[in-house]
C-alpha cells in the first residue's frame, strides 16, 4: 500500500514551525527562584552535563514536543492516505443487492447477506476520503438510488441503516443503468457491486466504467416453493406446486396446503441439494377459494419469504361468448369449442361476457374483456386510416401473437383495403396505443389495444369479404381468441403472484384506495379514472389488503415465486456483451485508507504526555 | 501570672535549661590562664598528678613531708593545672541566611553555646559575618553570669547582611582571634570557595570546629519543576535550569556530597559537624539533637 496525500497543500501549514520556535525562545520566560545559593545547582548542573548525553534534548523537550505535536497536526491537514489495491475513485456509486436472496443467513441466528453487506459498505464510508464521494444504489427488480453523490458520513450512514431487503428477484442491469445515467453528470471511473452473486450471470449492458464485483460468502441451505399454479379440470382444479433446494440442502419438507382456516392437503417430501420436485393436489370444488400453501423444513431454513404462497381460485364456470346472429361464420367456429356458452342462445346475454366477437361498434352488445371487433376501425384512428375497397395483400404478421399463433394469412384474399391516410406513418398508429399486429402493403390489417374495458382485437377487414373463413386458419384463429379469453379470465388456470408489482385491480374510480402491507404499514393511491388501481408496489411476500373507503375491496397474496432466488445459485463471473467481470478473490477490496484520524490521535496524545510532563511530580525525590 | 521573658530568643524556661547545661569539646585546647579546665601539666589545682624532684627554688609547701621521712629525701608534689577554654562562635549572617527561619535559628543557637560556655566561666567571644566589605561584627571576649546579657543583646540586634562568604568569614575572624579553645561556626555552608582551608585554618589556631549546618526546608526538599531561573540572593548571580524537576534526585546526591564532606573534615580535625534543619524546634535542637550528638551535657 502506497501513501499518498489528498491535501498536499496543507504542508504549508509547517510554515507555523518558524514562528513556533522563534515564540519559544524569545517568549521563554522562566519563573525566577531565589535560592541562598547557586553553589550546589551549579555542581548538579556540571555534573547533569558530564552525566546525561541527552541533555540537550533534555532541555528543549517541551519544544520537541511541541514540534512533535505541530507536525501531527499538519500531517492530519495533508490528509494522508495508504492506497489501497483498488483504484482510487472521487465519484464511487455502489450498488447492493437488495434482493430476496439477501435476506439468506449462513447459519441459524447468523447475519443476513444484507447485514454482512452493509457492515461493508459502513467500512467503505467509514473510510473515505475528503475528496470522494459515495452514491448508495439499491438493486433488485429495480434500481432506487439512495443518495446522491455525497461525502457526508451521517447520510450514508442514515441511508445504510434503513435499507432493508425486497423479496423480489435481482435486476442488476437497472442498477447500471442507473449508474450510467449518474456518469453522465459525474466522472465515475469505477462502480461497487456488492452482491451475495445471486445476479443474473448474463446482463445485456455495455459496461461504461469498470466494475468491482465484491461477493459475499454464501449462505446456508434453504428449500421453498418457487411455482403455485393451478389448472381446470373436469371437476375442478389440479394443484401445481414446485419444491426446490439450495445447494447443502438435505431434509424433509412438510407442504401444507389451507383454504382459509382449514387445510385442504398435507403432504411431505423429502429433498436433496439443488432438487426440484413436482407435487399435485387435486381439488374437488367448483367455488371461488383462496389458497394458501406454507412449507414447513425440517431444519435450518435460511431464506423464509419463498416458504409460503398464495392462489385465488375463482368459481367454475363455462366461458362467456357473445356472437351476433348475424357473423354466422364465427358462430361455426365457436360451436365446436368445448366448454363455453355462446350468446344470444337460449338465453339472453349477460351484463358481461368473456370474450365478444361483433362486426359493429364496440359498444353493441354486453360489455367484455376480450372483444373481437371484425370490420370497425378504431374511432379515433379514423384520421389516421381509411378502408377503401379493393385487395389487400398480406405482407407479414406476428406469428407469437396470441390470436395469430398458428394462423396462415399468405395467400389470403381480403376485398377490404385499410390505407393509411396521406402522409400518416405506422408509428404515429403504434403513438395512438395500437400494435399492429399484420400488416397489408398499404396499411396496417390487424390492431390489438387494451384500455381499462379490456383488450380489443381490431380486424380492419371483414372475414365475410375475404377468403379467410375458407382456411384452415380461420377456426384456429377463432379457437386462440377463446384462449386469449380463458387466460385473461383466469377461468382456466391460474398462477400464484410474484412480488415486484400487484396487478391492476378494479376500483371505483377517482376515489382514494389504501393498501395495507404485509408488514401492517399502509399506502395511499388513487384509483385511476377508468377504474384501475395500477401501481402497486409488492416487494414483500404476504397478503396485501385493498380498501376504499374503509371497506375491505380486495385481498391479494404474493409471494416470492422466483427459483433462481430460493436455490441461491450465485455467480462468480458476470458476463457483459464484450467483457466479463470475475467477482473479487478478497472478501473485502481493500479501500484506501485515510490516516488523518491517527495523526489527530497522535497529537492529542502528545498534547497529553506535555501536559504531564509539566504537571508531574518532580522525579528524584527520596521516599 | 506572667513573667516578662528575658531575651527574645528564648522563653525564660528554654534559657534556665540552657544555663545548665555544658559543652563538651572532644580536646582539651585551652590557654594558660586559669580556667576550669585541667591541664595536663603541673598546676596548682588540687588535683595530685605526679611527684619530681625538688629543685632549688621550689616552694617549700609543696615537698611532700611524708615521703622525705621515710626516704629522706625531698620530693615535690605537682598538681594539675586547671586553664581556661576559649569558645568562639561565628555566625554567617550573610544573606543567605536569611531563608526562612535559618538565621533565627543560627543565633538562637550561638546565643545557647555561648551561654553554656559562659556559664562553665569559659571566655566567650562571638563574631558575625554579614558583609565581605566590613569587617566581622565582634563581641570581645567576655565570661561569667554578667556577661549573659550583653551576649543575648548582641545576638538579638543582629541583623542579615549581604555577601560574605564562609571561608573568608573565617579567615577575616582568624586574623583577630588569639586564644584556643573550640570554635563553633554557624552557617549553612553553601559557598563557592575552599572550606577545607577554614578548617585547617582552625585547627591550626588551636581550635576544635565545632560546626553547624542551619538549612531551611526549601533546600533541604525543594520543590521546584520546569524550566527555572535561580538567583544567588548574595551574589544576584542567575542559573536558568531546565526539567529542575529530573535534577532533584542529583541535588539530593550533591547534597548529601556536601553534609559527608564537612563530617569528614570535621573529625580529621578533632571537630564536629551537625547538620539540622530551620525549621526544627531550638528545644529539639538543644535538648535532644545536640545531646544524643554528645555536643552538650
Redesign the interface.
Known amino acids: 500500500m502506497l501513501p499518498g496525500f489528498a491535501n498536499p497543500l496543507g504542508a504549508l501549514l509547517l510554515l507555523l514551525l518558524i514562528p513556533l520556535i522563534i515564540f519559544y525562545f524569545l517568549k521563554?520566560r522562566?519563573?525566577?527562584?531565589?535560592?541562598?545559593?547557586?553553589?550546589?545547582?551549579?555542581?548538579?548542573?556540571a555534573?547533569?552535563r558530564v552525566?546525561s548525553p541527552f541533555q540537550k534534548f533534555?532541555?528543549?523537550?517541551?519544544l520537541l514536543l511541541q514540534i512533535l505535536l505541530l507536525l501531527s497536526l499538519v500531517g492530519a491537514a495533508t490528509q494522508p492516505f495508504l492506497s489501497g489495491d483498488a483504484e482510487r475513485a472521487e465519484y464511487l456509486p455502489v450498488l447492493i443487492d437488495t434482493s430476496a436472496s439477501m435476506e439468506a443467513r449462513d447459519q441459524a441466528g447468523g447475519k443476513t447477506r444484507l447485514e454482512v453487506a452493509k457492515e461493508r459498505v459502513g467500512r467503505l464510508v467509514e473510510n473515505l476520503l475528503p475528496d470522494q464521494r459515495l452514491c448508495l444504489i439499491a438493486v433488485d427488480s429495480s434500481a432506487r438510488r439512495l443518495t446522491d453523490f455525497t461525502d457526508n458520513r451521517r447520510m450514508l450512514t442514515t441511508a445504510l441503516n434503513g435499507l432493508g431487503v425486497s423479496q423480489t428477484a435481482s435486476r442488476l442491469e437497472d442498477g447500471l443503468r442507473l449508474a450510467q445515467a449518474l456518469a453522465r453528470a459525474n466522472p465515475v471511473k469505477k462502480v461497487v457491486l456488492i452482491s451475495d452473486g445471486n445476479v443474473p450471470a448474463t446482463t445485456d449492458f455495455e459496461l461504461p466504467f469498470d466494475l468491482d464485483f465484491q461477493k459475499l460468502d454464501p449462505a446456508g441451505a434453504n428449500v421453498g416453493i418457487t411455482d403455485f399454479n393451478a389448472r381446470r379440470t373436469s371437476s375442478g382444479w389440479d394443484v401445481f406446486v414446485r419444491v426446490e433446494s439450495a445447494a447443502a440442502t438435505q431434509g424433509v419438507v412438510e407442504l401444507m396446503l389451507r383454504q382459509g382456516n382449514s387445510e385442504v392437503a398435507r403432504r411431505t417430501l423429502s429433498v436433496t441439494p439443488l432438487s426440484s420436485e413436482r407435487v399435485v393436489f387435486r381439488l374437488e370444488t367448483a367455488e371461488a377459494a383462496s389458497l394458501v400453501l406454507q412449507l414447513k423444513p425440517d431444519g435450518f431454513d435460511s431464506l423464509p419469504a419463498d416458504n409460503v404462497a398464495y392462489l385465488d381460485l375463482p368459481r367454475v364456470r363455462p366461458l362467456a361468448v357473445y356472437c351476433p346472429e348475424s357473423l354466422t361464420t364465427y358462430r361455426h367456429a365457436l360451436a365446436i369449442v368445448k366448454d363455453i356458452r355462446l350468446y344470444p342462445g337460449e338465453e339472453a346475454a349477460p351484463a358481461t361476457v368473456d370474450l365478444k366477437i361483433v362486426d359493429s361498434s364496440q359498444e353493441t352488445g354486453p360489455e367484455a374483456d376480450v372483444t373481437v371487433l371484425v370490420g370497425v376501425t378504431p374511432p379515433d384512428l379514423s384520421d389516421l386510416l381509411e378502408v377503401t375497397t379493393g385487395l389487400a395483400d398480406v405482407v407479414d404478421w406476428i406469428r407469437t401473437t396470441p390470436l395469430l399463433q398458428h394462423v396462415q394469412l399468405r395467400d389470403v384474399q381480403i376485398a377490404d383495403s385499410p390505407q393509411l391516410t396521406k402522409g400518416v406513418e405506422e408509428r404515429e398508429i403504434e403513438a395512438a396505443g395500437y400494435e399492429i399486429l399484420a400488416q397489408a402493403k398499404d396499411g396496417p390489417l390487424i390492431l390489438q389495444s387494451e384500455d381499462a374495458t379490456g383488450l380489443k382485437l381490431w380486424l380492419l377487414f371483414h372475414t365475410d369479404r375475404s377468403s379467410l373463413p375458407y382456411r384452415v386458419g380461420f377456426p384456429i384463429m377463432v379457437s386462440n381468441a377463446v384462449q386469449l379469453a380463458w387466460q385473461r379470465s383466469g377461468l382456466a388456470e391460474v398462477r400464484s403472484l410474484a412480488t415486484g408489482t400487484l396487478p391492476p385491480i378494479a376500483a371505483p374510480a377517482e376515489q382514494q384506495a389504501q393498501v395495507v402491507l404485509p408488514d401492517g404499514s399502509r399506502e395511499s393511491l388513487r384509483v385511476s379514472g377508468n377504474g384501475l388501481l395500477t401501481g402497486v408496489s409488492a416487494r414483500q411476500s404476504g397478503s396485501y389488503q385493498i380498501l376504499v373507503d374503509g371497506k375491505e375491496l380486495r385481498r391479494v397474496g404474493v409471494s416470492l415465486m422466483s427459483p433462481t432466488e430460493t436455490r441461491l445459485e450465485v455467480v462468480d463471473k458476470l458476463q457483459f456483451p464484450e467483457v466479463s467481470v470475475s467477482a473479487s478473490a478478497e472478501a473485502v477490496a481493500p479501500a484506501d485508507v485515510p490516516l488523518w484520524s491517527w495523526l489527530a490521535g497522535i497529537g492529542l496524545l502528545v498534547l497529553l504526555v506535555e501536559w504531564w510532563y509539566?504537571q508531574?511530580?518532580?522525579?528524584?525525590?527520596?521516599a | 501570672m506572667t513573667t516578662a521573658r528575658f531575651t527574645s530568643l528564648y522563653d525564660n524556661s528554654t534559657l534556665g535549661r540552657i544555663e545548665r547545661m555544658r559543652l563538651l569539646p572532644r580536646r582539651r585546647l585551652t590557654n594558660r590562664s586559669r580556667g576550669e579546665h585541667l591541664a595536663g601539666k603541673g598546676g596548682t589545682s588540687t588535683e595530685f598528678n605526679d611527684y619530681r624532684d625538688y629543685a632549688a627554688g621550689d616552694d617549700m609547701r609543696y615537698v611532700d613531708w611524708n615521703i622525705f621521712s621515710r626516704l629522706n629525701r625531698p620530693y615535690i608534689k605537682l598538681y594539675r593545672h586547671e586553664e581556661e577554654m576559649h569558645v568562639v562562635v561565628m555566625i554567617d549572617a550573610s544573606?543567605?541566611?536569611?531563608?526562612g527561619t535559618?538565621l533565627e535559628r543560627a543565633r538562637q543557637l550561638a546565643g545557647a553555646l555561648a551561654i553554656m560556655g559562659m556559664m562553665n566561666l569559659e571566655k566567650v567571644s562571638l563574631y558575625a559575618a554579614q558583609d565581605r566589605e566590613t569587617a566581622p561584627k565582634i563581641l570581645p571576649p567576655c565570661t561569667g553570669r554578667m556577661s549573659l546579657k550583653r551576649v543575648l543583646d548582641f545576638l538579638e540586634d543582629l541583623p542579615a547582611g549581604r555577601d560574605y562568604p564562609i571561608e573568608q568569614a573565617v579567615d577575616a575572624v582568624l586574623n583577630q582571634h588569639r586564644g584556643r579553645g573550640i570554635a563553633i561556626v554557624l552557617s549553612?555552608f553553601?559557598?563557592?570557595g575552599d572550606v577545607d582551608r577554614s578548617f585547617n585554618r582552625l585547627f591550626s589556631a588551636g581550635l576544635e570546629p565545632f560546626a553547624v549546618q542551619i538549612l531551611?526546608p526549601e533546600?533541604l526538599?525543594p520543590?521546584?519543576?520546569?524550566?527555572?531561573?535561580?538567583?544567588?540572593?548574595?551574589?544576584s548571580?542567575t542559573?536558568?535550569?531546565?526539567?529542575?524537576?529530573?535534577?532533584?534526585?542529583?541535588?539530593?546526591e550533591?547534597?548529601s556530597g556536601?553534609q559527608d564532606r564537612l563530617g569528614t573534615v570535621c573529625r580529621q580535625r578533632g571537630g564536629r559537624f551537625l547538620s539540622i534543619n530551620a525549621a526544627d524546634p531550638i528545644e529539639t535542637v538543644l535538648f535532644d539533637t545536640l545531646r544524643r550528638k554528645g555536643w552538650v551535657q
Request: no cysteine; aromatic share 10%; hydrophobic share 40%.
Open positions: 521563554l522562566r519563573p525566577r527562584m531565589d535560592l541562598p545559593s547557586l553553589a550546589l545547582w551549579r555542581q548538579v548542573m555534573d547533569q552525566n533534555k532541555r528543549n523537550l517541551l509539566f508531574k511530580r518532580p522525579a528524584g525525590l527520596p | 544573606a543567605s541566611m536569611r531563608f535559618k549553612d553553601l559557598t563557592f531551611s533546600e526538599q520543590d521546584v519543576t520546569g524550566d527555572v531561573r535561580f538567583v544567588d540572593v548574595e551574589t548571580y542559573l536558568d535550569v531546565s526539567s529542575a524537576g529530573d535534577l532533584l534526585g542529583l541535588y539530593h550533591h547534597l556536601l
